[in-house]
């Protein structure tokens, strides 16, 4: 686990700043800007807000890595529990507009890494990856994106989504770089300014 660290901290920065790009040029809303996260938290908080990316029989058993401090040149994640189903959910990137938590799974952090390095993804399988706070960018704009979830598809799969758009205030799934080699599938759950409730069903009689 730690001599991966440093490679999916700077992939996860490296799309951080790619979503602020290309919500630009997908045409996300523009609301007005708000507090924005902070580091400046214990890491029962952190783990907590961690944990609200995903559906709870995932993050239960998945472990918990906190972001670098400015001041660490290295760029080193640090584990804030340990977890056994190869899931890494990670709490606010610091100075964003709104809470923007995310799980991934292994595949997922696999075609990170090789985008960053500038590399066939070599992708088999389906990644997955949980933003069901949602996420906001910061740039000459503020822009959100509601709760959704985000797949990768097996390389050479991508003319399966060429039907499907860019963003747009319905709701619909959309892509998220949809010139790139291998574009994400976003799939909204809720809009922008909506949050997901999760009620526990009745018990049957």
Same mark, same amino acid.
């Given at each position: 686990?730690?001599?991966? $660290?440093?490679?999916?901290?700077?992939?996860?920065?490296?799309?951080?700043?790619?979503?602020?790009?290309?919500?630009?040029? /997908?045409?996300?809303?523009?609301?007005?800007?708000?507090?924005?996260?902070?580091?400046?938290?214990?890491?029962?908080?952190?783990?907590?807000?961690?944990?609200?990316?995903?559906?709870?029989?995932?993050?239960?058993?998945?472990? $918990?890595?906190?972001?670098?401090?400015?001041?660490?040149?290295?760029?080193?994640?640090?584990?804030?529990?340990?977890?056994?189903?190869?899931?890494?959910?990670?709490?606010?990137?610091?100075?964003?507009?709104?809470?923007?938590?995310?799980?991934?799974?292994?595949?997922?952090?696999?075609?990170?890494?090789?985008?960053?390095?500038?590399?066939?993804?070599?992708?088999?399988?389906?990644?997955?990856?949980?933003?069901?706070?949602?996420?906001?960018? $910061?740039?000459?704009?503020?822009? *959100?994106?509601?709760?959704?979830?985000?797949?990768?598809? @097996?390389?050479?799969?991508?003319?399966?989504?060429? /039907? +499907?758009?860019?963003?747009? @205030?319905?709701?619909?799934?959309?892509? *998220?770089?949809?010139?790139?080699?291998? @574009?994400?599938?976003?799939? @909204?759950?809720?809009?922008?300014?909506?949050?997901? +409730?999760?009620?526990?069903?009745?018990?049957?009689?």
């Amino acid at each position: 686990m730690n001599c991966r $660290v440093p490679k999916i901290v700077a992939v996860s920065l490296l799309i951080a700043s790619a979503n602020s790009a290309i919500a630009q040029e /997908d045409g996300f809303p523009q609301p007005t800007p708000s507090t924005l996260t902070s580091s400046d938290r214990p890491d029962a908080w952190k783990i907590e807000n961690a944990l609200s990316a995903g559906p709870k029989f995932i993050t239960d058993h998945a472990t $918990v890595m906190d972001w670098p401090s400015a001041q660490d040149k290295e760029l080193k994640m640090r584990v804030l529990r340990e977890g056994s189903n190869g899931w890494i959910c990670m709490p606010d990137r610091p100075g964003k507009p709104r809470h923007n938590p995310m799980c991934a799974d292994q595949t997922m952090m696999k075609w990170m890494m090789a985008i960053r390095a500038g590399k066939k993804p070599n992708i088999d399988r389906i990644g997955i990856s949980y933003m069901l706070q949602g996420e906001g960018a $910061v740039g000459a704009d503020v822009r *959100f994106a509601g709760p959704h979830v985000m797949l990768i598809l @097996p390389d050479g799969d991508k003319d399966a989504l060429k /039907d +499907v758009g860019r963003y747009t @205030p319905s709701g619909a799934p959309y892509l *998220f770089g949809p010139s790139s080699p291998s @574009p994400l599938l976003i799939i @909204p759950v809720a809009k922008p300014d909506e949050d997901i +409730v999760i009620r526990k069903a009745p018990a049957s009689e």
